[in-house]
């Protein structure tokens, strides 16, 4: 009996250390606190381009091309402006929110 226990600890480390995934029921995809925006222009350099930078507002999700999309929200250029991302499969029912500490991101479950 004592020899069968040993062996079963054995087992069990070495598939612990063999890095195999463990079945994971959610992933948690957090926004980029923050975005920056670059302008270019075709004129001369008199003209002067003005960029622009933003805290991440929201994060919801959006269909983007028929599929679902990860999308954070940052105010530029006097509107919205998306970074996103498509969640991965499995994990295609995502809610975004606050997902604590302030960060802003997307709880995705099995689905």
């Known amino acids: 009996m004592r020899r069968l226990l040993v062996l079963a600890a054995f087992s069990a480390s070495a598939i612990a250390a063999s890095g195999l995934p463990a079945s994971a029921a959610s992933q948690v995809h957090y926004c980029p606190p923050e975005a920056r ?7 001369d350099a008199a003209w002067t381009a003005t960029n622009q930078s ?14 679902p999309s990860l999308v954070c929200v940052y105010r530029m250029f006097g509107g919205d ?19 604590g500490s ?3 991101g ?6």
Do not use: K
């Not at 925006?37 to 004129?43: D, K, Q, R």
């Not at 402006?81 to 997902?99: S, T």
């Open 37 to 43: 925006g670059v302008v270019s222009h075709t004129g």
């Open 54 to 67: 933003s805290r991440v507002t929201g994060a919801r999700v959006e269909m983007i091309g028929g599929q």
């Open 81 to 99: 402006y998306w970074i996103h991302r498509r969640p991965e499969a499995p994990f295609m029912q995502c809610n975004g929110g606050d997902m």
């Open 102 to 104: 302030g960060r802003l």
């Open 106 to 111: 997307f709880l995705c479950v099995r689905g």
